[in-house]
């Protein structure tokens, strides 16, 4: 515990946020945050990095989260600047990412009356974060950030918001750190229960069908080296939904590819036949099951989950584990490896490999014609060999990364599920390579969400971070016009996108170097040098119009019937 001292409200926060091992904040100054700010300008410890919006601010602290596995910090001033994190906050508690959002507020004395640049954003944003708190006293400053750290990385994670009024900032009281900190409602997970263990165990010795299905909870509970371990000791399928790519390596044999409306076929297939669903760290949402009454009709499930709400609140379940995913999937482990009774499985790959190479993958790139789109995401992942950390933006040039792109770590593959949000993928990047200087990081983007967030050019380049853009750039809403195409009698409204801004020029007007690519032949070059730029490098690929997403299993589909 540290001496007590008496510090100004700002400096409380600071210092708390300090000694949450707090690095790195994004953000973006204003009148209600300006004590706050003068505070930082004589902090050291702490870096802050401008964006350009505030919505940037909080997507770059979500990026820098995912990557690096430490909750994010975003500060906005009141009012608009408030709300402009709403988006962000709404994304991040969709993907349980842990944020901790500052935000200021107007005076005291000025709350409740329509004051300049208010709004209360703790009771806007109560539905889309973990908890959201108004401080009114100085004292609780120190304790209530110390409950935020908590409550945003316990159990299942997601954002807090904390809104200081002003004058709160100003005011002086003692420093004790940590607080007292009485929270029972969010408390550190429990042993998983041997009952519940052992019946999860007794249905996969009865298993011939099995899949593991993992997700986003895999990845939030750093439980990969668990999940690796099962698969290898069973030698079961593994398909995982979005959040779930790089659990298990692209490249492992068992790993069978994502399932859902743009999965691979052999993922869907294999649902949809198996006997038995070992889902961990997944929430069973509509992407990925379509149409309930067909989804997986001979499976009994087995739902790991740390977030009791989730297990049977969409698909039936057989044998709930509520429990953090590493510390559950490590105790079957320990019981598997010692198991003389595990299943014969060996028909159900043979099936499993039969799909695969029935149902590929495919794209048909000539040497002379258009740039397909896959054909860009693959020679990015092989370029840099599976190795970069990739962020995306949401539609067709999401999807096309979830299937083209390799990776082999979950932290390495950062996009909007839950959400979809337009605008993520570029100040993520941002953020991924903040906390992340030594790494290759890649935003895969469209032409058109890539300028929803556009203006963080700007901060990349302000602060020299070597992201590589590439743009897949189809003069459309890709994937909106898909669904036109397919569902809507070709009546392409307000999606085909007419004079979009030279992406070339435009990065260089920030400061940034780009190259336009229009023929295969030169995809291998521009990636390269971009690679080898040192720096922030756009890369605008202009990609085949004509082509679309495949598989895709229309909404409210079943997963076996699919358009290819």
């Known amino acids: 515990m540290m001496n007590k001292q008496t510090m100004t409200g700002a400096e409380i926060i600071l210092a708390a946020l300090e000694a949450e091992g707090v690095d790195t904040v994004f953000g973006y100054p204003?009148?209600?945050?300006?004590?706050?700010?003068?505070?930082?300008?004589?902090?050291?410890?702490?870096?802050?990095?401008?964006?350009?919006?505030?919505?940037?601010?909080?997507?770059?602290?979500?990026?820098?989260?995912?990557?690096?596995?430490?909750?994010?910090?975003?500060?906005?001033?009141?009012?608009?600047?408030?709300?402009?994190?709403?988006?962000?906050?709404?994304?991040?508690?969709?993907?349980?990412?842990?944020?901790?959002?500052?935000t200021g507020q107007v005076a005291r004395g000025l709350l409740g009356k329509d004051s300049f640049q208010e709004a209360n954003i703790s009771g806007i944003t109560i539905p889309i974060?973990?908890?959201?708190?108004?401080?009114?006293?100085?004292?609780?400053?120190?304790?209530?950030?110390?409950?935020?750290f908590h409550i945003a990385q316990s159990g299942r994670p997601g954002p807090v918001l904390i809104d200081i009024p002003k004058d709160v900032t100003t005011e002086r009281a003692e420093f004790v750190y940590?607080?007292?900190?009485?929270?029972p409602g969010y408390g550190t997970c429990p042993a998983p229960d041997e009952g519940e263990i052992a019946r999860a165990l007794e249905l996969i010795r009865q298993a011939r069908r099995?899949?593991?299905?993992?997700?986003?909870?895999?990845?939030?509970?750093?439980?990969?080296?668990?999940?690796?371990?099962?698969?290898?000791?069973?030698?079961?399928?593994?398909?995982?939904?979005?959040?779930?790519?790089?659990?298990?390596?692209?490249?492992?044999e068992l790993n069978v590819g994502m399932v859902g409306m743009h999965g691979t076929a052999y993922a869907n297939y294999a649902m949809s036949h198996c006997d038995l669903i070992i889902g961990v760290g997944v929430r069973f949402d509509d992407r990925v099951t379509g149409d309930l009454g067909s989804f997986a009709p001979d499976a009994k499930v087995i739902h790991v989950d740390i977030d009791a709400a989730e297990i049977g609140k969409i698909v039936s379940c057989c044998a709930p584990v509520h429990c953090d995913a590493k510390k559950a999937v490590g105790r079957m482990v320990e019981l598997l490896e010692e198991d003389p009774n595990l299943p014969d499985i060996t028909a159900w790959h043979d099936r499993v490999t039969d799909w695969k190479k029935d149902h590929p993958l495919v794209f048909d790139q000539a040497p002379d014609g258009i740039i397909k789109p896959q054909f860009v995401v693959s020679r990015l992942s092989a370029l840099t060999e599976g190795k970069a950390y990739v962020s995306t933006e949401v539609g067709q040039n999401q999807m096309w990364a979830a299937q083209y792109f390799q990776t082999d770590a979950p932290e390495k593959f950062v996009t909007?599920?839950?959400?979809?949000?337009?605008?993520?993928?570029?100040?993520?990047?941002?953020?991924?390579?903040?906390?992340?200087?030594?790494?290759?990081?890649?935003?895969?983007?469209?032409?058109?969400?890539?300028?929803?967030?556009?203006?963080?050019?700007?901060?990349?380049?302000?602060?020299?971070?070597?992201v590589i853009i590439a743009i897949l750039n189809n003069r459309q809403l890709g994937m909106v016009k898909q669904w036109q195409e397919l569902f809507f009698d070709q009546r392409y409204s307000h999606t085909l996108i007419e004079g979009q801004p030279d992406f070339v020029k435009l990065a260089d007007a920030y400061g940034i170097p780009g190259r336009r690519v229009v023929s295969?032949?030169?995809?291998?070059?521009?990636?390269?040098?971009?690679?080898?730029?040192?720096?922030?490098?756009?890369?605008?690929?202009?990609?085949?119009?004509?082509?679309?997403?495949?598989?895709?299993?229309?909404?409210?589909?079943?997963?076996?019937?699919?358009?290819k």
Request: a negative charge; hydrophobic letters at 40%.
């Open 520 to 563: 295969p032949g030169d995809v291998d070059e521009a990636i390269r040098e971009a690679l080898a730029s040192g720096g922030p490098y756009l890369l605008d690929f202009v990609v085949d119009s004509a082509e679309n997403v495949y598989p895709m299993v229309p909404a409210g589909g079943s997963l076996s019937n699919m358009l």
């Open 416 to 466: 909007s599920g839950g959400l979809g949000t337009m605008g993520f993928g570029l100040p993520a990047a941002m953020g991924m390579q903040v906390g992340l200087p030594g790494d290759v990081v890649v935003a895969v983007a469209g032409d058109g969400s890539i300028q929803m967030n556009i203006q963080e050019l700007q901060t990349i380049r302000e602060n020299n971070l070597p």
């Open 30 to 102: 204003g009148g209600a945050v300006l004590p706050l700010y003068d505070a930082l300008y004589h902090n050291k410890n702490i870096r802050h990095v401008l964006t350009r919006h505030e919505q940037g601010a909080a997507h770059g602290a979500d990026g820098y989260s995912r990557s690096t596995g430490r909750p994010g910090v975003v500060i906005a001033t009141s009012g608009p600047g408030a709300t402009n994190l709403v988006t962000g906050l709404a994304n991040a508690q969709m993907d349980s990412v842990p944020l901790v959002a500052i």
């Open 178 to 183: 940590p607080p007292v900190m009485d929270l």
């Open 210 to 252: 099995p899949i593991l299905f993992v997700g986003g909870g895999v990845r939030n509970a750093k439980a990969s080296p668990e999940v690796r371990r099962m698969a290898d000791i069973l030698k079961v399928p593994v398909i995982y939904t979005l959040m779930g790519k790089g659990v298990v390596p692209d490249n492992h």
């Open 129 to 148: 974060t973990k908890y959201s708190y108004l401080v009114k006293r100085v004292e609780d400053l120190a304790r209530v950030i110390h409950e935020a």
